[in-house]
């Protein structure tokens, strides 16, 4: 696979500032290493494309959660425990069960990594929301999301969001004071390229 795209949301200074940049080689390297054309595998049942070949987020999420592993990345659980302090005074609930949890996908050197291969929502989520709680609780200080370009998830099920429109949101946002470093990464296959043992990458991002 490439990196198709980078984006530095809340500044890309502060983020190379905070680290070491063997960590982000790593993750180059972990990326440029997943060959997708093996995980071209799913067969959809879509009405508006049936019985096409699409690449599956879960055999590739596990592929790249496997080198990730391999590296001696840590997934990161963080229990959830619920509150019943703001429930209406005559709200009759039910006792509440434990075993909740948000994880962090990868956590090395309180660096995080979220891959999302997925809905749009879950891609919001992880920058604006499940990054700043593990920042806040001293799990991370950045963070670096992985998600597909356009032209890769169009070769996705339906509704799979891409780099694209996640950076324009994220623009026309704007940077909130409680918001971390995030490097949010477009991934994309190999297209018609001569050499395809040559990375595409007009510059690794490492060194920028």
């Not at 530095?8 to 790593?26: C, D, Q, V």
Request: net charge positive; with cysteine.
């Amino acid at each position: 696979m490439i990196i198709g795209g980078r984006y530095s949301f809340n500044g890309r200074a502060a983020f190379i500032s905070r680290k070491p940049k063997h960590l982000l080689t790593e993750i180059e390297d972990i990326i440029l290493a997943i060959e997708a054309s093996g995980h071209k595998t799913k067969k959809s049942k879509e009405k508006t494309m049936p019985g096409r070949i699409i690449y599956s987020p879960i055999s590739l999420n596990k592929a790249i959660k496997s080198k990730f592993h391999d590296k001696h990345w840590q997934t990161i659980r963080m229990p959830c425990d619920y509150s019943t302090e703001y429930y209406a005074r005559d709200y009759q609930a039910r006792k509440l069960k434990g075993g909740a949890f948000r994880e962090m996908d990868f956590v090395k050197e309180k660096l995080g990594i979220e891959v999302q291969l997925g809905k749009y929502a879950f891609m919001v989520y992880n920058v604006c929301a499940k990054m700043t709680i593990f920042s806040k609780a001293g799990v991370i200080d950045a963070g670096v999301e992985i998600v597909p370009m356009k032209q890769f998830a169009d070769d996705m099920s339906t509704g799979v969001s891409y780099f694209e429109q996640l950076v324009w949101d994220l623009e026309h946002r704007g940077v909130s004071n409680i918001d971390i470093p995030v490097l949010i990464l477009g991934i994309d296959i190999w297209h018609d390229h001569p050499n395809p043992q040559t990375p595409l990458l007009p510059q690794s991002f490492a060194g920028r």
